[in-house]
């Protein structure tokens, strides 16, 4: 399953809520644009329904983070930025309730001064995990340092423009060329924007929902209570739903019928419904499910906090259809430069199942491609890109390289 295996948006609302206690203020923690600007340009990466910016801390870098407005604080995963960044005062605290292995460990910074062009930062301060739990860098396939949420778009207005690849960031009363958007109301709880919107079910039930908008959720659409009152759509897969802290997350995959984001209704959503029974843990905003960037990236996107304002516009990727993994691999990336595709898990009864692929293969090279000149984008691509097609696989199995062709099957 290669959908939403990056789940820091359950792992940093435990983790932050706890880190919140740990900072005196966080009212001034905010990025402005530099005087005499009217508006910034940001390049940025979409790298396995990521969104990959550079950003230097305290002159040294640049570094790659994901823009997530699924966390509140900013959170460093690599520890050896404890040394990379070279603070003169740090703080350690104890991470304690995530998880069946004992307490963790973070590191408090003071505030650092954070780096991207045309923007200054005040008093933003990091945590900074003292170990890898979630080996973001093997997921997306280059060095990831942390995750910027909040910190970031709280007190600017910022436009995600899929199209090009660029955000456009400006302070709220310099938005412009929102007109023909579809305005959305959000509500900023607990350092995370929330909509309301209509779910219908495969059986035409229409049910209401309040859901995170979680730019840093590689799914379209999960679902985490409707389990409990609707069950789940008859037609679905197993499936490891990601990682948090104490382990893989469980669940099934399915479709809703649609969802309503104003006057645009999205159809067939693949969806996620996490095994909530396993899972009792309270949110601190009651919540009924996140929408990914597998919807966002539909649209050029504008988030205007200070306002409560969610603009939508569809871009040229709008009416394809949602598509899931039609091969049955998971898998990370692994060696020095992250070069080498090694399968971590293969769902029984899959295509890949099927032609005998195991945990712990490595993927040499894609219809004759190597993997080390792919990027982990196109990997993903092929293996979701069309029912029936056959791929040709060059896998490392057994101490010996076989050949072996891959057919794509729709699943869901």
Same mark, same amino acid.
């Given at each position: ?30 990025? $402005? ?23 230097r801390i305290n002159d040294k870098g640049p ?13 460093? $995963? ?9 603070l003169d005062y740090l703080r350690t605290i ?7 292995? =004992? ?9 650092? *001064?954070? =780096? /991207?062009? =045309? ?54 009363a310099d938005l412009r060329g929102i007109k ?6 959000? $509500? ?7 909509? !309301? ?10 049910? *209401?929902? *309040? ?6 959720? #590689? ?29 893989? /997350? ?25 095994? $909530? ?19 966002? *990236? ?29 091969? =049955?691999? @998971?898998?990370?990336?692994? #060696? ?17 199942? !099927?032609?005998?692929? @195991? ?54």
């Amino acid at each position: 399953m290669l959908v939403a295996k990056y789940i820091l948006q359950r792992r940093a609302f435990w983790l932050t809520a706890v880190i919140c206690c740990c900072y005196v203020s966080v009212a001034a923690q905010s990025f $402005t644009v530099d005087s005499g600007r009217r508006n910034v340009s940001i390049p940025f990466r979409v790298i396995r329904n990521m969104v990959v910016i550079n950003m230097r801390i305290n002159d040294k870098g640049p570094y790659n983070f994901i823009l997530d407005t699924g966390v509140g604080l900013m959170i460093m $995963t690599d520890p050896a930025m404890i040394d990379s960044i070279k603070l003169d005062y740090l703080r350690t605290i104890k991470i304690t309730g995530l998880g069946t292995d =004992g307490d963790y460990e973070a590191i408090i910074t003071p505030p650092l *001064k954070l =780096g /991207i062009p =045309g923007l200054y930062s005040t008093g933003i301060s990091a945590a900074i995990l003292k170990k890898d739990y979630f080996n973001l860098s093997s997921y997306v396939g280059l060095p990831i340092r942390g995750l910027l949420g909040w910190d970031f778009f709280n007190n600017l207005a910022v436009k995600v423009n899929f199209s090009d690849s660029t955000l456009t960031v400006c302070r709220p009363a310099d938005l412009r060329g929102i007109k023909k958007n579809q305005r959305i109301p959000i $509500t900023i709880e607990d350092k995370k924007p929330y909509l !309301e919107t209509i779910v219908v079910m495969p059986g035409g039930r229409r049910v *209401k929902n *309040k859901l995170v908008i979680d730019l840093g959720a #590689g799914h379209p659409l999960s679902l985490e209570n409707l389990q409990k009152t609707n069950g789940i759509p008859p037609k679905f897969i197993k499936a490891n739903l990601g990682v948090a802290i104490n382990g893989p /997350i469980d669940g099934v995959i399915s479709r809703i019928k649609e969802i309503e984001l104003g006057k645009y209704k999205l159809k067939d959503v693949i969806t996620s419904f996490p095994d $909530t029974t396993a899972d009792n843990r309270p949110y601190n905003v009651p919540r009924d499910g996140n929408m990914g960037i597998g919807i966002l *990236k539909k649209f050029n996107v504008v988030f205007d906090y200070s306002n409560g304002w969610l603009y939508l516009k569809p871009n040229e990727t709008y009416s394809i259809p949602f598509e899931h993994d039609m091969s =049955g691999i @998971e898998y990370f990336s692994a #060696g020095d430069n992250l070069d080498h595709l090694i399968i971590s898990r293969v769902e029984p009864g899959s295509p890949a199942d !099927e032609i005998g692929l @195991e945990k712990n293969d490595e993927i040499v090279s894609i219809n004759f491609k190597p993997v080390a000149k792919m990027g982990t984008e196109e990997v993903d691509n092929l293996l979701k890109s069309r029912a029936d097609r056959s791929i040709l696989l060059e896998v490392y199995h057994d101490k010996r390289y076989d050949k072996v062709i891959l057919t794509l099957r729709r699943r869901i």
